[in-house]
């Protein structure tokens, strides 16, 4: 087969539909709603639309090495708006991706780093493993690390990189660990052993990295006892639902905003402290848009006191992406610089224009992502953003108490 | 060209180093190891001669340090021989005892041209590249940043840079050892699946060394972490104001008078 050929481009895209779980790229009837719908669509060489069209014609390298391959950002608007039901996020892209790699091309640098950092250290900000703990350090609740001391839980929770690593998110971590411990169930993590799930290095392309995770993480969860497993992280959750299974690797798999509205009705007596405050939602692409749960986050937002829930004007399954996903959280120069922008600054934008005092969140890539956009726009202090955790611990009088200043 | 790479594993930072209980050495069960960065420059400047004009590259490593992960990774970024020198201690020998296995094995290949990395951050007792070509008996330039194929037949052209930013390009005639600060590109990625694939179907070659005796070295007799200075002075107010402090700091040390 020569790609270079027709022929050789059909037989690609035939390859690439039979891996995925959509239908075939080759039923693309061009009709451009990806590409219009695409928030960088308009900075690609090579939208969705076009990327089957140059493959199809014969053009794959041309197309392995151009920018575009790395400028998707995983928010599944193209995959759910196709009306041949291709699967183009979770399908197409990595596919090429992986091609583009395999065929010699070097991804940016920014994601080079990414990509070793996690077969060194199998994590994503290239910090040492016997850290992982750190985000717990001086935390009034004790926690379990079913790593060194293996009992049977009713939750294991996968912390993720960015909360145990990452300052901002580590007090979200903490928050979350109160409220566990409030609910009073039996809860664990997996310590200094646990590895990043995966999601977003699989829709790098990068399936060999992933592999690697699955089996290394499978390994570790198969040796425990849990009724569920928990994440802070919606490309997790993506990653243990959809795609663990596909490697052997099937767990009861919760966003934390799905296990907390099971429980809210245990939870609500405890939401006594007001959070008087406008908040506005912003839907996180993996667990909203891709998996349709809108109605979890709504319900512990408006199960607070004092606050005053407001919709953007994109929310739910319209909802603009904040660009950190399908690996965009280490893409960000890349984008910048072939046209594109961050899409968290034109996200914060539209929270901004509904009057909301909070832009609150349940994705770890987007404290970060949207503190610094509200720096950029110039809304620090006037919207802040928080994620639903901190938002509950308040009401439930387990916000983290500031340390006096030394 | 045939060209041998040497590629050493050295403490990975990410960690703290722990000193262990002698107080004269790191504490190795705590360490993780991580392939030396200018050697793995010197492994892409290899793969670029080898793209450039042929040839083949073989990499020679000690067995210490884990350095299987490196050696499979080197293989799946295109070297074409790997030999990994057993040692009866996992953890690295100092340069001199090094650099007396490395000149042993590369002895037995057939290459004109050994690239190594300028330096090593765990180096005690010299830095190991001129000790190798002392061992193998060829001339050695340093603080390269770039070969290219030489204008004439058993020739490479290197790039050095001397202190202040100034850069000689310069003919080597060979065989030669370079020591390399930096390669023309920045080391290229591998794809994770092309090193799973290079775990399957890599074979490592164990050549015959006799191991030299470690009684050539220096002696640690107290390893330990800085000690803690007095906190920085963090200087404000209006511009005219941080100036007179800083003046009078600069006096109060003596560096005014």
């Not at chain 2, 060209?1 to 990975?12: C, E, F, S, Y």
């Amino acid at each position: 087969m020569n790609p270079e050929t027709s022929d050789g481009g059909l037989a690609v895209l035939e390859e690439i539909g039979k891996a995925s779980d959509g239908a075939s790229p080759l039923g693309c009837m061009q009709c451009g709603l990806c590409a219009a719908s695409c928030p960088l669509g308009y900075a690609m060489e090579f939208p969705p639309r076009k990327l089957i069209l140059q493959v199809a014609a014969g053009n794959l390298d041309r197309v392995l090495g151009s920018p575009a391959i790395w400028m998707c950002v995983g928010c599944y608007t193209c995959s759910l708006r196709c009306p041949r039901d291709i699967e183009l996020t979770d399908g197409l892209w990595p596919a090429l991706r992986d091609r583009s790699m395999q065929a010699g091309h070097q991804p940016p640098a920014e994601l080079q780093e990414t990509f070793q950092n996690l077969f060194k250290y199998g994590n994503t900000l290239g910090k040492s493993p016997r850290q992982r703990l750190d985000w717990a350090r001086g935390l009034d609740v004790p926690v379990l690390d079913l790593s060194k001391e293996r009992r049977p839980v009713d939750v294991l929770w996968l912390v993720g990189c960015y909360p145990s690593y990452y300052p901002r998110n580590q007090v979200v971590s903490r928050a979350w660990a109160r409220i566990l411990t409030r609910l009073g169930v039996s809860w664990g993590v997996l310590g200094a052993k646990e590895k990043s799930v995966g999601e977003c290095e699989r829709m790098f392309g990068e399936e060999g990295l992933f592999e690697t995770l699955v089996e290394q993480n499978s390994k570790l969860l198969n040796e425990q006892e849990f009724q569920t497993l928990v994440t802070l992280d919606p490309h997790a959750y993506r990653a243990l639902h959809a795609f663990y299974p596909r490697h052997g690797a099937w767990y009861p798999v919760q966003h934390y905003t799905m296990f907390l509205a099971e429980r809210l009705e245990q939870l609500r007596p405890g939401l006594v402290k007001p959070v008087e405050a406008t908040v506005t939602y912003h839907d996180n692409c993996c667990v909203g848009r891709r998996c349709q749960c809108f109605d979890a986050p709504r319900a512990l937002l408006e199960a607070i006191p004092g606050v005053k829930l407001v919709e953007m004007q994109r929310n739910r399954d319209n909802a603009l992406c904040c660009g950190g996903g399908g690996g965009g959280m280490w893409l960000d120069g890349h984008i910048v610089a072939h046209g594109g922008h961050r899409l968290s600054d034109e996200r914060i934008g539209q929270a901004a224009e509904t009057g909301a005092d909070i832009l609150a969140v349940s994705c770890p890539y987007e404290l970060a992502r949207f503190e610094d956009a509200a720096k950029v726009k110039g809304l620090e202090g006037r919207l802040h953003v928080r994620d639903i955790i901190e938002l509950l611990a308040v009401s439930l009088g387990l916000e983290e108490v500031p340390a006096e200043p030394s | 060209m045939n060209i041998a790479v040497v590629l050493r594993q050295v403490p990975d930072l990410v960690e703290t180093l722990d000193i262990d209980r002698t107080g004269t050495a790191l504490d190795w069960d705590t360490a993780s190891w991580i392939v030396n960065e200018c050697d793995d420059h010197a492994l892409e400047q290899a793969l670029l001669l080898k793209e450039a004009g042929g040839g083949s590259v073989t990499v020679v490593a000690l067995d210490a340090g884990d350095v299987d992960n490196t050696l499979y990774t080197a293989a799946a970024k295109g070297a074409d021989r790997i030999l990994k020198i057993p040692l009866d201690d996992p953890t690295p020998p100092a340069p001199r005892a090094a650099a007396a296995l490395l000149a042993q094995a590369i002895r037995t290949l057939d290459a004109e041209l050994v690239l190594v990395g300028v330096q090593a951050h765990n180096e005690l007792d010299g830095v190991l590249p001129p000790l190798l070509a002392a061992g193998l008996e060829r001339p050695y330039v340093g603080v390269i940043r770039g070969v290219q194929p030489g204008a004439e037949p058993g020739t490479v052209t290197a790039c050095k840079e001397f202190p202040g930013a100034v850069m000689a390009r310069m003919q080597v005639r060979l065989p030669a050892v370079l020591g390399i600060l930096g390669a023309e590109q920045p080391p290229r990625y591998v794809p994770v699946s092309r090193i799973r694939a290079a775990m399957k179907a890599t074979q490592f070659e164990e050549p015959e060394v006799t191991v030299p005796a470690r009684d050539a070295r220096v002696t640690v007799r107290r390893l330990y972490a800085p000690a803690s200075a007095a906190r920085a002075e963090i200087l404000s107010g209006s511009v005219s104001d941080v100036a007179a402090r800083l003046v009078t700091i600069l006096a109060e040390r003596g560096i005014l008078k």
